[in-house]
């Protein structure tokens, strides 16, 4: 959500910060803007839309100036328009700063500048800010005092980069809530908000942990804390490098993510999976067994597609651990007084590691005494770094703002952790090494799922007009009917429902005619027949039946109009392979349709505020 990117050095900042916000785009965004130091004054441009139109405005004789920072904004307060557009300036032009985040006092600030004369522009709460900074610098002293003593007035998320005219070499930052990094090049020096816009030039990053501020000049950077109190942090190298943020030859960042899915399961499982102990080896749980002997409840807390795989998961730690388990909705979590003690262990998942509700839900669990664990896909994130251990997918950056390999990412991690918690309490030997050679096969039975594009695609070609369809699962599979309904809302903009499917004759079967796709999961599970007869009370009101099925299924085959068939596997590993269908039928309908998958309208990657 949003995007920052600054540079200082010898190099002409305008060309590196747009290469850098193109590197961002995938978070969404709806504007984007630039600001530059160059001969004691700050030239701003910005423009609502994509990045192109900003380029469009530029043309091709770009800005001077070796200091800037640069934005795409996803819009909180005030329309998508260029004068809400980011970057934003103080009264006199002399101040510049980008904003992610939130600041929920803006309202009461804004009142009390404008009655000391400031002059507001556009209708955001950042405005606030500079306007704040503005006023503290008047008084006297560095740039980075200023922002502080900015800072310390202001309540909310945050994450900015300011330039001034008095420091012209200089970048401050500062974070709280919204994630920022300063990345170390030789003689130059960047700011982002993300490690991807930043790449192509190093590797090497510091993240900021909330309340700190960084000043960054072309040679040097410090960080410090809202008091100026310099702060000794490790740096960080990134391990993945430009190739894995690349297309790759496909059309799409989501069908290159859909296609990876093999190897980003294969590398969520390496090193874990243990067949002749029947068990699994989780050294970043960082809790020894006798202490996860003592969890006598789980409750997994997540957001969008990370909270479908979390129901996933409470079904199977329930089935294979018989621990009580229970999904919150992170954004509802810590606004109900939950009830959570030493004994409760508190499972946040997320793909980014910087999903604001699901780290204030974690926060919330940890002030209240329960053990926090994070399972989350990017090394050195928040959640990562807060919570007492987790799990890494490791399963590659994922650029398509709807995720697909982090899902399926986030159900192998899930069966590990159950697994593990499993064996030490009553699942035997025999029935773990059935569950370790099971997962050790899930990267070759989803090369095979995945080889069937070319049917889901002839089944997409059918589907695309449908102005509603109806996804239905049972057990293992109900998240999967949630999930694979949010796909198709997400990206292709058709209105879909996930429900259980037994739950449909309790409203939804008053919906069912001749016009509207109903999608079954369907594999040869413990509810196998149950979903049949599902099936055919569909049939019976004359609907439209697409089936994902075991191989070699004939009870659903003679009832659905459109099939796609799955490998078999143990029933807690069907949602791998059944949810892989739907990701594609989602991709080939929106593609159809016109749609911008990898960036769906009024959607972010990371969701940052709450």
């Known amino acids: 959500m949003c995007g920052i990117v600054g540079y200082t050095g010898p190099r002409q900042a305008a060309p590196l910060l747009l290469e850098g916000l193109k590197r961002l785009e995938y978070r969404g965004y709806d504007s984007a803007g630039v600001a530059l130091v160059e001969d004691r004054r700050i030239e701003v441009h910005k423009a609502a839309g994509k990045i192109s139109v900003l380029e469009q ?11 800037g920072i640069a934005h795409t904004r996803w819009a909180t307060h005030g329309a998508p328009n260029t004068v809400n557009a980011h970057p934003h300036t103080d009264c006199g032009g002399t101040l510049a700063l980008a904003h992610n985040g939130i600041i929920e006092n803006a309202g009461v600030l804004r009142t009390a500048l404008a ?20 006023e503290v610098l008047a008084r006297g002293g560095m740039l980075v005092e200023a922002v502080a003593g900015a800072l310390n007035q202001v309540e909310g998320t945050y994450g900015i980069a300011v330039i001034s005219t008095r420091e012209p070499d200089t970048i401050v ?15 130059e020096n960047f700011v982002a908000s993300d490690a991807s816009a930043v790449l192509a030039h190093t590797r090497s990053v ?21 008091r100026t109190v310099e702060k000794e942090k490790a740096v960080t190298r990134v391990d993945w490098d430009l190739a894995t943020i690349e297309r790759g030859g496909h059309a799409h960042f989501m069908l290159k993510e859909i296609m990876e899915q093999p190897e ?5 499982l390496r090193g874990h999976l243990l067949e002749e102990e029947g068990t699994a080896r989780l050294g970043g749980l960082n809790l020894t067994d006798e202490q996860l002997l003592q969890v006598n409840r789980i409750v997994l807390t997540a957001c969008g597609t990370s909270w479908h795989s979390a129901l996933i998961g409470e079904y199977m730690m329930e089935e294979l651990a018989r621990i009580p388990s229970e999904v919150e909705y992170a954004s509802e979590f810590r606004y109900r007084n939950p009830i959570v003690d030493e004994r409760t262990l508190v499972v946040g998942i997320s793909q980014s590691g910087e999903t604001a509700d699901t780290l204030a839900a974690l926060r919330e669990a940890k002030r209240r005494g329960a053990r926090t664990l994070g399972l989350v896909n990017v090394v050195g994130s928040t959640i990562a770094r807060e919570v007492d251990g987790g799990i890494y997918l490791h399963a590659g950056p994922e650029i398509g703002v709807a995720s697909t390999k982090a899902f399926t990412s986030q159900i192998a991690a899930l069966a590990v952790l159950t697994l593990k918690m499993a064996r030490l309490r009553s699942l035997s030997i025999l029935q773990g090494r059935e569950v370790v050679r ?27 007009r449908a102005a509603n369809v109806l996804y239905l699962g049972r057990g293992y599979n109900f998240p999967v009917a949630l999930e694979g309904a949010l796909k198709l809302k997400e990206i292709s903009y058709i209105h879909a429902e996930g429900y259980p499917a037994a739950e449909m004759k309790h409203g939804p079967i008053a ?22 007869s599902n099936i055919e009370e569909v049939k019976a009101r004359g ?3 697409v089936a994902v099925v075991t191989e070699g299924d004939t009870g659903v085959a003679r009832l659905a109009d459109h099939r796609v068939e799955v490998p078999e596997t143990l029933d807690l590993l069907t949602p791998v392979l059944t949810v892989l269908p739907l990701q594609l039928l989602a991709y080939y309908i929106a593609v159809r349709r016109g749609c911008n998958v990898d960036q769906p309208r009024n959607l972010a990657k990371s969701v940052t505020v709450e």
Do not use: C, W
């Not at 919906?511 to 369907?522: E, G, K, Q, T």
């Open 173 to 187: 930052a500062a974070r709280n809530g919204s994630p920022l990094l300063v990345a170390i090049g030789s003689g």
């Open 264 to 268: 980003s399961l294969r590398n969520t």
């Open 115 to 134: 009655q000391r004369g400031h002059v507001f522009r556009s209708e955001t709460d950042t405005e606030v800010l500079v306007h704040l900074i503005e």
């Open 438 to 464: 099971a997962l050790a096969r899930l990267p070759e039975l989803v090369e095979r799922v995945l080889a069937k594009a070319a049917e889901v695609e002839r089944i997409a070609e059918r589907m695309m």
């Open 57 to 67: 405005q530029l043309g091709t004789s770009l800005p001077s100036g070796h200091t």
């Open 543 to 545: 609907g439209r039946v």
């Open 511 to 532: 919906l069912i005619d001749d016009l509207m796709p109903v999608v079954f999961i369907a594999p040869k599970d413990a509810v196998y027949q149950k979903v049949v």
């Open 206 to 226: 510091v993240y900021l942990d909330d309340g700190e501020i960084a000043v960054v000049r072309p040679t040097e950077y410090r960080i410090l804390d809202l």
